[in-house]
């Protein structure tokens, strides 16, 4: 079973930028995802990629994150800028469906 493990999360004002990682055990799937999950709410899906680096992103996050992936890493990425305090949420990665064990995910506070 792939582990997933997620880090660069932290504290940052808003239209600041933070870089986030997913490192997996073995190989990724084909299409890769970010979700994030704010307090007393859903996981929802910010960010997708194909192994071929095709992405798409919600409506949210367009044009201020940026979704990557290197595959002889096994790693995932998302860059984000321009970050606003409604970013704040737990960040997971997962394949999509998500289909692996979720990790325990980083935390991303944006301050006002």
């Known amino acids: 079973q792939v582990q997933l493990v997620e880090s660069g999360g932290g504290l940052v004002q808003a239209g600041g930028s933070l870089r986030l990682s997913c490192a997996a055990s073995?190989?990724?799937?084909?299409?890769m995802a970010w979700f994030r999950q704010a307090p007393g709410k859903q996981r929802d899906l910010v960010a997708r990629?194909?192994?071929?680096?095709?992405?798409n992103y919600a409506d949210s996050v367009k044009g201020r994150f940026t979704i990557s992936r290197d595959n002889t890493k096994n790693s995932v990425y998302l860059q984000m800028n321009s970050l606003k305090p409604e970013d704040t949420a737990v960040y997971f990665c997962?394949?999509?469906?998500?289909?692996?064990?979720w990790g325990q995910g980083t935390q991303v506070t944006v301050s006002s």
């Open positions: 073995g190989s990724i799937s084909s299409i």
């Open positions: 990629i194909t192994a071929g680096g095709f992405a």
């Open positions: 997962n394949a999509l469906p998500p289909l692996l064990s």
